[in-house]
């Protein structure tokens, strides 16, 4: 079956912009998690859905969001975007939340410049 | 909040060689997981392990969990350059849910 696919694989933005990025789970898998990753901090949560609903979330300011649809689907949203935005945003999904092996996608490479 | 370490922070050894990566948490340990990644791609899960003095095998990769030290280890017999990567160990947080990383450590096999 497929993986998890996320889309699109790399962007370049400008700081102030906002940007759009597309999670796809393995198909039947209800929870979606995103993480940041970057050179200094690593791999970080950043929230985690579970039928349409934000179970669960990270230590990030506001301009970070997030959404599920009724599909599993996700998308999460950064506005007013900051140099120190740019950073490799990876999605994971499990059949159900917390505590399960996770899927992981070969994420999104945004780069704010 | 639970914190990882992971050490070391990177690793060069030739192929042949066994080598050993360590994680240890600074909490209670509910469950910990091991991922490979390739620079700049996503992670491939190669093991979880849930019950303290648990070892899981997969090809020439073991794990154990010392749940009395809150730790667990990777240990990779007869390296091949195909094992280089970003080893990260990640474990469920006191909320039972989202998965907590370490900093990970980067391995490289030379021939």
């Known amino acids: 079956k497929a993986g998890v696919t996320q889309t699109p694989r790399y962007l370049i933005k400008t700081r102030g912009q906002q940007v759009t990025l597309s999670c796809s789970p393995i198909?039947?898998?209800?929870?979606v998690s995103w993480y940041q990753q970057t050179p200094g901090q690593g791999l970080q949560f950043l929230f985690e859905?579970?039928?349409?609903?934000?179970?669960n979330k990270g230590n990030f300011p506001g301009r970070f969001s997030g959404r599920q649809f009724s599909n599993s689907r996700s998308e999460m949203n950064v506005s007013t975007l900051e140099l120190g935005d740019s950073a490799l945003y990876l999605c994971a999904s499990s059949l159900v939340i917390g505590g399960t092996e996770a899927f992981f996608g070969q994420g999104t490479r945004l780069t704010v410049v | 909040s639970q914190e990882l370490e992971q050490s070391p922070q990177s690793l060069i050894v030739q192929e042949g060689k066994n080598l050993t990566i360590n994680c240890t948490s600074s909490?209670?340990?509910?469950?910990l997981y091991w991922y490979k990644q390739k620079y700049g791609e996503g992670l491939i899960f190669l093991m979880m392990?849930?019950?303290?003095?648990e070892e899981k095998s997969h090809e020439k990769i073991t794990a154990k969990l010392d749940e009395k030290k809150q730790q667990s280890s990777l240990h990779i017999t007869a390296s091949q350059p195909s094992h280089a990567g970003i080893y990260l160990c990640?474990?469920?947080?006191?909320?039972?849910?989202?998965?907590?990383f370490g900093k990970g450590t980067s391995l490289l096999v030379t021939p």
């Open positions: 859905y579970f039928s349409e609903t934000q179970r």
């Open positions: 909490k209670t340990l509910y469950g």
């Open positions: 198909s039947g898998h209800r929870s």
């Open positions: 990640g474990a469920v947080g006191n909320s039972g849910y989202a998965l907590n």
């Open positions: 392990l849930q019950k303290g003095g």
